[in-house]
C-alpha cells in the first residue's frame, strides 16, 4: 500500500464510451501525474499538476481530459478512445515538484481495455 | 534523442545474485532512481544515487557511474518475491524524468 489508490482497477470501454479514471492520495503531496504503461514500453508521462495546477501535457490527444480538483484528486476523463489507447494507466505523486528528483509513489493503475 | 537501455528479461536462481544494468545517454544529469514493479502493482522505489559509487540498502545494491552513464541494481540472496520488472529512471538537465522500459526478473527456484 503506498497511500496512493486508483479505482477502478480494470476497466473495458468501447470506443464511443465516456468514462473517468479517478485517483487520490492519501500522503499529503502536493504533485500528481498521470502515466501511461504499454508493454515493452517506457513508462510515458501525460499530464502533471502542481498544487492542482497544471504545469505540463505532454502532447496527449484531447480524448484524454485531465482534472485536478484539489491536491489529492486526481482524475482522467476519457472519450472516443482508440484501441491503441488500451494499456495501464498510472497516477502518482510526489512531496514537491522537485524537478523530477523527488520519489514518486505509484497507484497500482488501472488497466484499461478499448474494444 | 534521449535514451535508457535496460536489459528486456533476466532469469536467476533463488538464493543467487542477479546485476541489472541500465545505460543512459540523456542531455544532463540529475540523479537515477530503480524502481521495483509486480505484476498488476504499482511501482514502488528502490533507490535513488546522484553520485557515483554504490548505496547498499539491505540485499539491494545501487552503483552509479556518470561518466560512463551506467547504472546497476545488484540483489543478493534472490527469494521468489524478487520476481518483478525493474524499472530504471534518470532525471535529465531539464528536470525531466526519463524512464526505461523495465527488465522483467525471473526467479526459479
Known amino acids: 500500500e503506498t497511500g496512493v489508490t486508483q479505482t477502478p482497477r480494470h476497466l473495458v470501454m468501447g470506443m464511443t464510451n465516456k468514462k473517468s479514471l479517478k485517483c487520490e492520495q492519501h500522503l499529503g503531496h502536493n504533485a500528481m501525474y498521470w502515466y501511461k504503461q504499454s508493454a515493452k514500453k517506457p513508462l510515458e508521462l501525460m499530464f502533471v499538476y502542481n498544487f492542482k495546477e497544471q504545469t505540463e501535457n505532454n502532447s496527449v490527444p484531447s480524448r484524454f481530459s485531465p482534472e485536478c480538483p484539489n491536491s489529492s484528486h486526481l482524475f482522467l476523463h476519457l472519450h472516443t478512445l482508440q484501441p491503441e489507447d488500451s494499456a495501464l494507466y498510472l497516477c502518482?505523486?510526489?512531496?514537491?515538484?522537485?524537478?523530477?528528483?523527488?520519489?514518486?509513489?505509484f497507484g497500482p493503475g488501472t488497466r484499461l481495455t478499448v474494444l | 534523442g534521449q535514451n535508457i537501455d535496460q536489459p528486456t528479461e533476466m532469469t536467476a536462481t533463488e538464493g543467487a545474485i542477479v546485476q541489472i544494468n541500465c545505460t543512459y545517454q540523456t542531455s544532463g544529469f540529475n540523479g537515477l532512481f530503480w524502481y521495483q514493479q509486480h505484476a498488476g502493482e504499482a511501482p514502488t522505489f528502490l533507490s535513488y544515487n546522484v553520485l557515483d559509487g554504490l548505496e547498499e540498502k539491505g540485499r539491494f545494491s545501487s552503483f552509479l557511474s556518470r561518466s560512463k552513464g551506467y547504472s546497476y541494481l545488484l540483489l543478493k540472496e534472490l527469494q521468489m518475491k524478487d520476481s518483478a520488472s525493474y524499472l530504471c529512471a534518470v532525471t535529465d538537465s531539464n528536470y525531466q524524468l526519463i524512464w526505461g522500459a523495465g527488465t522483467k526478473l525471473i526467479i526459479k527456484p
Open positions: 502518482a505523486s510526489s512531496q514537491e515538484l522537485a524537478g523530477g528528483t523527488d520519489t514518486q509513489y
